[in-house]
């Protein structure tokens, strides 16, 4: 059994007339006759009555087509709701981050700001994007250090990477901090990129600082530097909404070579325009923000 023939013998079940049925649905009279046969022959029942040139539905008949006409139905309210869950699906993205960062909140604004149909999930996974983009239900998105290998990668922020200090330690009296310089103890951020990536011009240069604490908490780390308990490394631009600009200072490095490229990594669907508003959402928020004075040199 066929859906063809099912349609067919819906049409005919309707107009109680082949010819007028062929008419309708562009197709030969001797196809749809063919098509109903075939179906009688299948079911070994007769769904019509025929005299002469006139047909009528015979009470199997009669019940075969309320089940043909709930099978449609059904059928069409399947896809009314495919469409409408494409239609939302479009508009969802999922970001996946390695750690929270605190330029998440500002970046989620700027897309509700400039897509505000748009549903937006964060999930913290320490993995990286899925193998492939599941179609139009998911769009995925991944900040990172780095370019990500087999994805689309887009560079955002070059930032440099400095020494924040208490405005009361006699660092703060420097234009700029060569490692020599560095005589305390070190605030460090836990488990994440940016630590290792630190850690690592650290180990390169041969310096050995003692660590004060290690705490994931990027405000903790801040508020300790403000009370002179030691110094960290951040970011330049990045972490302000962290920062207490009256108590504490970002002091550049004299080595200009200790810096970060903040990527926004993902999957490339075909022909979205959707995924190209986002992108493009994305880095016009990064444009604006670097265009802004709220640096803490």
């Given amino acids: 059994m066929r859906l063809t ?17 062929a008419a309708e649905l562009h197709v030969s009279q001797p196809a749809i006759s063919r098509s109903i046969h075939e179906l009688e022959s299948e079911l070994n029942l007769n769904l019509f ?4 040139k006139k047909l009528s539905l015979s009470q199997e008949g009669l019940v075969f087509k309320q089940t043909v006409d709930n ?3 059904q059928l069409t309210t399947g896809l009314q709701q495919l469409e409408q869950l494409k239609q939302h699906a479009q508009s969802r993205i999922i970001f996946t981050i390695a750690n929270s960062t605190p330029l998440m909140v500002e970046i989620i604004e700027q897309l509700h700001h400039s897509l505000p149909e748009t549903t937006i999930l964060v999930r913290v996974s320490p993995h990286n994007l899925p193998a492939s983009n599941p179609g139009f239900i998911d769009y995925y998105y991944q900040l990172t250090d780095h370019p990500l290998a087999g994805y689309q990668s ?8 400095g020494i ?3 405005n009361s330690s006699s660092l703060a009296k420097l234009s700029a901090l060569s490692l020599a310089d560095l005589d305390t103890g070190l605030i460090k951020l836990s488990a994440s990129p940016f630590q290792a990536l630190v850690d690592r011009y650290l180990t390169n240069h041969q310096v050995a600082l003692p660590t004060v604490i290690t705490t994931g908490d990027r405000k903790i780390i801040c508020d300790m530097v403000s009370h002179n308990l030691g110094i960290a490394f951040i970011p330049e631009f990045s972490w302000h909404a ?9 002091v550049p490095l004299k080595d ?3 810096q970060r490229t903040i990527y926004l990594n993902y999957i490339q669907p075909k022909k979205s325009e959707f995924h190209h508003k986002v992108v493009t959402s994305i880095q016009k928020y990064f444009t604006k923000y670097l265009t802004r004075k709220e640096n803490f040199q």
């Fill in 5 to 21: 023939q099912l349609e067919y013998f819906k049409d005919v079940a309707q107009t109680l007339n082949i010819s007028q049925t």
């Fill in 49 to 52: 009555i025929r005299k002469g």
């Fill in 71 to 73: 099978i449609f139905n």
């Fill in 154 to 161: 887009v560079p955002l922020l070059t930032e440099r990477i």
């Fill in 164 to 166: 924040l200090v208490s």
């Fill in 242 to 250: 962290y920062l207490n600009s009256q108590q504490v200072c970002f």
């Fill in 256 to 258: 200009k070579q200790l």
